[in-house]
Every structure is written in C-alpha cells, then in structure tokens.
C-alpha cells in the first residue's frame, strides 16, 4: 500500500475544524480519498452552469450532479442530486436545477457550486464506513450497501487499524458473501481490491482521530475493482484528546501487588456479627491467608484477637491492600490516609456511589485515588478471592477449592451465583473478582495478570459494560493466544440506534458491535451464565483440536441427528468418512447400524462395541474430536459406559494421543454419576441434554481458530 499523503489531508481537515464545520464539502472528501488511494470517479467542482457543462464534456458519458453546501448534509432530501445526467446541454439544465433546488430548501445555506461526478455502477453495491465508538474508538463497518445496508443490516465490524487479514475477514464475514464471492453464476467482485478499500479506511481514521465518521456509499464493487460513488466526512469541532494510560509494566505491577499481599488492612473491621467488617476478618483469618492481617477501627483496641489501629497511618508495618468495609461517607477520608502511608491497592465494598446516583462522591474518591497512584477495586463489590494466597477478601462465602480459572464479575449477584456454580461443579478456581462500578480497576487490567498468572489457565468474566473498550481488545489479543478468554456480555439486545448522521453511526449502535469486536479479539462469548460457566470449567478440560474433522459415535439414532444440529449451532465441521474408515467401523457395527457421520452403533450393543468404536476414533489421526450420544440400556449401564471410555481415552493419552472427547448421556438418574465421571477423567459429559456438549467443544474450537492453533 503506497504512503498516504497525510499533510493533504492535514490542511483540509484543519481548514474544516477552523471554521466551525462539523462536515466536509463533496470536493474536500474527494481530496481526503485521493491523499489515501480510496477509489472515487472522475468529477470536479462547478460554480456556473457553463463549467458543469464543461466538465460533463470532459469527463464524457453519464454524469452524476451533487448539490456542494457546507449546510446540505442530506443532498437527495434537498433535491440537490441528479443522475444520469447525458451532455453539456443537459448539464447546464441540471446546474440551474440544482441551485434553485437548494435554495428552496434552505435559503440560508452556503453553495458552493455543483459536483459533476462520472456515473458509475454495475457490480455489488456495499458500504465501507468508520465511526467512533463510545466503548471501542475508531471501529470500521463493511455491509451490503445502497438501499440494503437499511434494509438487511448485514454489516460486520472491526477496531481500527485492520491488517490485510482481518480486511479480508470482514469482506467475508457479512452473511451475505457468498453473493460477492458470485452466487447463481453472477460475475464475483474482486474481494482484494475491497479488502484494500477497507484497509485504507481504517488507515485513515486512525491517523486523523478527528474524523467522527466516514461513509462510503454505495461503493460499487465489480470484477474490475471497487469505486466510491459517495462520500461522507464528519469531524469532531472540539478538542480531541487520549485519556492517560498507564503502562503495561506498571498495571502488571500494580495487580501483582493487589493479589499477592503481603499486608492487608481492613477499614471499618469489626467484632460484631453481621458487620461486613467482622465477615471480612473472619474469612481472611479462617481462610488461612498466611500475611499480616491489620484491623482499622477508631473505637477498638482488639479485634478477632488482632490488635486493632485507629487508621491505616497508625500501623507499623507495609500494607499492600486496603479493604474497605465502612459506610460510604467516611470512605474519602480513609482513603486519603491511605494515600498518606503509601498503600497501593484499595478494595472498596462499599456502596452509595453511582450506582445510587452519587457520582459526586465516586468521582471524588476516584481522584484521591489517582492524587495518590493508588489502584482501586469497586466501589460497590463483593471483594475478591485469590485461592493460591488462600486470600478471602470479602464478606461473602468462603472458598478454597483451587484450581486454574479465574472468574470476574460486574454484579454481586452474578458473583455468587458463580461461586455457588463453582463449588457445586466442583471447578477449582484460582480467582473469582468482583469488579462492581469499576470506577478504576477493570477487566484489562486484571486480564494484564492472568496473562501471565501460572494458577490461571482460563478467564470467564460478566460485564455489563467495557470502560475502555480497545484496552480490552489489546489485552485480551494477547491473553487469547495462550488461554480461553471467555465472556458474558448483559445488555445484549438492541437499544435503539444512537443518533447519527451516517448509515456508519446509526448502524453501529447495536449489540453487533460487541460481538464482531470482541470476536476480532479472540474472546469467546458465551450468549448466558450458565453457558459461561459451563465453558469456563470445561474449557480447561479438553485439549486443543489439531484439526476440523469432528466424529459423532453413538447408541441412538435419535440423539445422532440432534447432536448433528448441535454441531450445525456450534460451527463444527462433521467429518466426511473415507471409504476405509468407513469399512472400520463396519466390522465393529451390527449390520443394522449405521456408519457415516454419526456412526449410529445402536443401543442394544454391549460394552466392546462402545470400547472398538471409540478406540477407532481416538487413533485414526483424520478424526481430530469425538463426540459421544450413550442411551441407557441394561447391555450397557451409564457406569460401565463412562468406566470404559474413560479407560480408552487415558490408554490413548499414554500414547500422546489426547483428542477432544464430549458425551452426551441420556438415560435414568444413573447418567448424572457417570456424567460426574466422565468429567474427572477430562471427558466433558453431561446428561439429559445433546446441545451442552457440543456447545463447550464449540467453544473449544472457536477459541482454538482465533489463537491461530488450528492445523
């Protein structure tokens, strides 16, 4: 891609924000096109009819002609566009046409003159646009365009910049590619040329952040290339400014300190029962956190048996964190003390704040904070728990039983239901977070480290909102190339487009934002809690895919077909058997039965069948997953099934052959304890369902491509 010509577009761009415009004129977004090798047609600027004539001669054939008024945004509203304009004669006409249009429509605007435009068309007509995001920044659009883009909303997205990978993505991400690609023998448009568009676009928006939004539309996309009929270009009037961030070094740094403290204090402990600050020291003592443990309580001199300090400032010793547990008045005035003894993390429990309306006093502790390089988790949370320092910060529950995922939530709510799911399921967590108002701390920087946390194997985090939208995406970019990122996003269901001037902006105020967005970052969405949870502690689990070649085997023909459509609603691939897998499962099949994908072995057969099919499938290296259907029969009890299985699976992975294996077990109550089983021998199983399984090897797989570890 040729170097743009940035100072070009400096000087307009300069020249609009100088005199007030929150728009380009037709001729300047030409320029802005032309600086960066966007195609548009051959056109120019005319101020008399005799000029448009001029230009209609030169340019030759059909012309289009555009009204040019700093204050006509909506040209065709004004009657200030005609098409297929033919000869000078004609376009003379349509000058005059044109201008006494525009004055009808508003006497007061500004004309510049009439843009003569070469007419183009034929091909696809899709929509490239920009906008700014309030969460994302710069995020770039690309849909079907013209009339649809209104109608069929069939638009994907992406942060800005894009590399000519993620480009491409887009051109084939929209559910409508395949008529580009040239469906029903139609001529295919050349998707390279419009990867490049869209590269260019996003190229543009971020070199210049004070392009608010940017349309090209229709671009009309043929064999031969893609051109940009029109052109929309909204600035920003005010100034454009980056918040502060803090380094990636220093938030590492930072959270290190927050969940691995040497000190704790507690502000507002008490001796109470049902005090916050008496649960909160209980669960810290009895949860056997091994670090010095430090009550604040201005009116007690022992608490739990601790010698208890009037303020942070009276205690001897380093303290890493601060546990807030006092009413949210007096939480000001601690943290200042708190700033004054050099305390890096504060947890604040405490509620009253926003989310009760009182942005005053959040904003106000917010900048003590920040006086003070203090991190702040909350307010308004549960606390949190980090199992390897058996740290139990928090007036909820206890828990202790560790192991490699770490869960964040937004909600005290969804917190416990994440702790009651996690000690029911028997997951061992290593983190489980409450982030609340998120007024400092959020889900990058505790994703900053996990990244590097040797007890994290896995992330599940509920959020109902991203403050920093492309912080997430950077981090979780790097987290997901090594560990699962998977997340509940509330507040999935279209609240109305924001307002906006282009088709860009009006379509970029829905939940598909989200969703493209947090894909491009290699997250996992899970559409439900239970969902997340479910692939939060299987995930971990199930060993990454080598391959697409997914193999169902199972006992019932009925649970084959909905395990097919499992498969179809997780973006699996079924495995087209060969003729000479197909003939090895035959010899262990009854003649009744049936091979292909799903194997149906039928379900009155006895446990060597189970046993033959599934070793198949483990050491045929064309299989890369197996998913397993059982149906309960006295031939073959649910123990006996997931005995052997588990036996054949571990006998492969003593041979490094560890494949994905889900089971889908229908049958009495007896598949619940098998179900158990299974999943102690890293075999996702569960009973009375066939879409779960499939949904967590999805999941699976869908983290697997996005981290480039797909053969």
Not at 31 to 49: K, S
Not at 326 to 343: H, M, N, Q, R, W
Not at 464 to 489: N, Q, S
């Amino acid at each position: 891609m040729p170097a743009p010509d940035k100072s070009a577009v400096r000087e307009i761009i300069d020249k609009v924000r100088a005199e007030g415009r929150d728009g380009l004129t037709a001729p300047e977004g030409k320029r802005v096109a032309d600086a960066y090798g966007i195609p548009t047609p051959a056109e120019g600027l005319a101020t008399t009819a005799d000029e448009a004539a001029a230009l209609a001669e030169r340019i030759g054939g059909s012309v289009v002609c555009k009204i040019v008024s700093p204050d006509i945004l909506h040209k065709t509203e004004a009657g200030g566009v005609l098409v297929g304009v033919d000869g000078a004669d004609a376009a003379r006409e349509a000058f005059d046409k044109i201008v006494a249009n525009a004055k009808a429509y508003n006497a007061e605007a500004t004309i510049t003159g009439v843009q003569v435009q070469q007419m183009v068309g034929g091909g696809q007509e899709v929509i490239i646009g920009a906008t700014t995001d309030p969460t994302f920044g710069k995020i770039v659009a690309f849909g079907l365009g013209g009339v649809l883009v209104e109608v069929l909303k069939d638009v994907t997205f992406r942060l800005a910049p894009l590399d000519a990978a993620e480009a491409r993505s887009m051109v084939d991400g929209i559910k409508a590619a395949e008529v580009l690609h040239g469906a029903r023998g139609a001529e295919p448009v050349d998707v390279d040329a419009l990867a490049d568009v869209i590269q260019k676009v996003s190229a543009l928006v971020t070199d210049f952040p004070e392009i608010r939004e940017f349309d090209l539309n229709p671009v009309f996309a043929s064999g031969s290339g893609a051109v940009a009929a029109d052109i929309r270009i909204l600035v920003e009037t005010g100034e454009v400014t980056e918040p502060p961030k803090l380094s990636q070094e220093e938030i590492l740094e930072s959270m290190t300190r927050l969940m691995n403290p040497r000190a704790v204090a507690v502000v507002g402990a008490s001796d109470q029962e049902g005090k916050i600050g008496n649960s909160v020291m209980k669960n810290l003592i009895n949860g056997g956190y091994a670090g010095e443990i430090y009550p604040i309580n201005p009116k007690a001199d022992e608490i739990l048996g601790r010698k208890a300090y009037k303020s942070v400032g009276d205690v001897p010793g380093d303290v890493d964190v601060a546990v807030f547990a006092v009413p949210a008045k007096f939480v000001a005035g601690a943290l200042t003390e708190c700033g004054e003894k050099g305390i890096p993390a504060a947890v604040m429990i405490p509620s009253g704040f926003a989310e009760t309306g009182n942005e005053e006093l959040q904003e106000e502790i917010v900048e003590i904070a920040h006086r003070y390089k203090i991190r702040m988790l909350g307010p308004n949370i549960y606390g949190y728990y980090y199992t390897p320092q058996n740290l139990c910060a928090t007036f909820c529950t206890p828990y202790d039983v560790k192991g490699g995922v770490a869960l964040t939530s937004q909600s005290g709510g969804i917190g416990m239901a994440i702790l009651g799911f996690a000690r029911t399921s028997k997951m061992g967590v290593s983190a489980i977070v409450g982030l609340g108002n998120k007024s400092d701390v959020d889900e990058d920087d505790l994703l900053t480290y996990f990244e590097q946390d040797d007890n994290t194997q896995a992330v599940a985090m509920h959020l109902e909102d991203l403050k920093d939208g492309r912080a997430f995406v950077e981090t979780a970019k790097r987290m997901t190339k090594k560990k699962p990122v998977v997340v509940l996003k509330a507040g999935r269901t279209a609240l109305g487009a924001r307002a906006a001037s282009s088709h860009t902006g009006a379509l970029a105020g829905d939940d598909k934002v989200y969703d493209d967005i947090l894909r491009q970052a290699g997250v996992v969405r899970a559409p439900g809690l239970n969902e997340m949870l479910e692939y939060a502690r299987g995930l971990p689990l199930l060993p990454t895919p080598q391959g697409e070649n997914v193999v169902i085997i199972t006992g019932a023909g009925g649970s084959g077909v909905l395990l097919s459509d499992a498969c179809v609603e997780a973006g699996l691939s079924l495995m087209d058997i060969p003729p000479d897998l197909d003939e090895a499962f035959r010899r262990y099949i009854p003649p009744f039965g049936a091979a292909g994908n799903p194997i149906d072995i039928t379900g009155g057969e006895p446990p060597s069948t189970y046993e033959a099919t599934i070793r198949l499938g483990l050491e045929d290296p064309r299989i890369h997953a197996l998913i397993l259907g059982y149906w309960h029969t006295i031939v073959t009890p649910p123990m006996v099934f997931a005995e052997l299985t588990a036996r054949v699976v571990e006998e492969a992975r003593a041979k490094g052959i560890d494949k994905p294996v889900v089971a889908s077990l229908a049958g009495d109550t007896e598949v619940e304890k098998a179900s158990d089983y299974l999943f102690d021998h890293r075999i996702i199983a569960y009973p009375y369902t066939t879409e779960r399984p499939v949904a967590v090897l999805g999941a699976k797989y869908r983290w697997a491509r996005a981290a480039g570890l797909l053969s």
